[in-house]
T-cell receptor, first 113, second 114 residues
């Protein structure tokens, strides 16, 4: 089935630093890919998505490019803020007949002033 | 368009009592998923339901846990005879169920068993 490998955290950065959180996937075909974010005390929310190969998803200064050559969907932000501190989940594409979104442990990001 | 609504946000139960967690999906969504999250851990899938049907309950403990999504009303996750180990955040998500569409999450119910 489809799956992702996401870098483990926590990732600790100073404000305005550059962020990369790696995510590589295995999938049949070219399904949609998603990044979710969970802020403290809240549920997950979609951060960005890419619906086909070579697409770039972007939102709130975050970007991720769906690269089929490297089967990657790395999350990047040029200048992080304290308010970006959260847990980030790269969601594997659904596989099989049932559409069940599944999530790993995510990557915790801590941004210091 | 209201998002996924979960209630209560916080629930405290004594050991041996029953916990009922409710989830109203987004309008137009017929697919509901329940997840459990423990501190410092990811979301663990529990059960996937469509209206009046359990599609996949492979992540749900065989005993004490049950889920339903009736034709009318919210989806319910029921935990009977709760134990301390059931303390966790329980999240509900809904989706239209088509590939390429994301899941929308509620704010979660934080269950504490004392």
């Amino acid at each position: 089935g489809n799956s992702v490998t996401q870098m483990e955290g926590p990732v600790t950065l100073s404000e305005e630093a550059f962020l990369t959180i790696n995510c590589t996937y295995t999938a049949t075909g070219y399904p949609s890919l998603f990044w979710y974010v969970q802020y403290p005390g809240e549920g997950l929310q979609l951060l960005l998505k890419a619906t086909k190969a070579d697409d770039k998803g972007s939102n709130k200064g975050f970007e991720a490019t769906y690269r089929k050559e490297t089967t990657s969907f790395h999350l990047e932000k040029g200048s992080v803020q304290v308010s970006d501190s959260a847990v980030y989940f790269c969601a594997p594409p659904p596989s099989g007949g049932s559409y069940i979104p599944t999530f790993g442990r995510g990557t915790s990001l801590i941004v210091h002033p | 368009n209201a998002g996924v609504m979960q209630n209560p946000r916080h629930l405290v139960r004594r050991r041996g009592q029953e916990a009922r967690l409710r989830c109203s999906p987004m309008k137009g969504h017929s697919h509901v998923y329940w997840y459990r999250q423990l501190p410092e851990e990811g979301l663990k899938f529990m059960v996937y339901l469509q209206k009046e049907n359990i599609i996949d309950e492979s992540g749900m403990p065989k005993e004490r846990f049950s889920a339903e999504f009736p034709k009318e009303g919210p989806s319910i996750l029921r935990i009977q005879q709760v134990v301390r180990g059931d303390s966790a955040a329980y999240f509900c998500a809904s989706s239209p169920g088509r590939d390429g569409t994301e899941a929308f999450f509620g704010q979660g119910t934080r269950l504490t068993v004392v």
